[in-house]
Nanobody, 122 residues
């Protein structure tokens, strides 16, 4: 089982940037594909971005394509989400998880960390 701790959230003005981190522990971190999801108030959790275990392939939700960049450092057991040109509609709790399925858009584990809150003010 992989344990996940998200960090880096905060309050930012529209147009600003933030970088989130997901620190993972567990023996299998170097194997799985990883992704970010988010859940806005009153809405279901949704896919944001994913990256293969090698880091060579990435996928993005249309709503963040061109603004967000996912990356990983397997030596540090960490996945990152660089967020730019932030909009108020990006306000949500952001979670990381292993991913699976077509374009890696589904969470691989039922376990979720506590997430990190991103608030974008207009």
């Amino acid at each position: 089982q992989v344990q996940l701790v998200e960090s880096g959230g905060g309050l930012v003005q529209a147009g600003g940037s933030l970088t989130l981190s997901c620190a993972a522990s567990g023996r299998t971190f170097n194997l799985p594909n990883m992704g970010w999801f988010r859940q806005a108030p009153g809405k279901e959790r949704e896919f944001v971005a994913a990256i293969t275990w090698s880091g060579r392939t990435t996928y993005y939700a249309d709503s963040v394509k061109g603004r967000f960049t996912i990356s990983r450092d397997n030596a540090k057991n960490t996945v990152y989400l660089q967020m730019g040109s932030l909009k108020p509609e990006d306000t949500a709790v952001y979670y990381c998880n292993t991913v699976k399925g077509m374009e890696l858009r589904k969470n691989g584990m039922d376990y979720w960390g506590k997430g990190t809150l991103v608030t974008v003010s207009s």
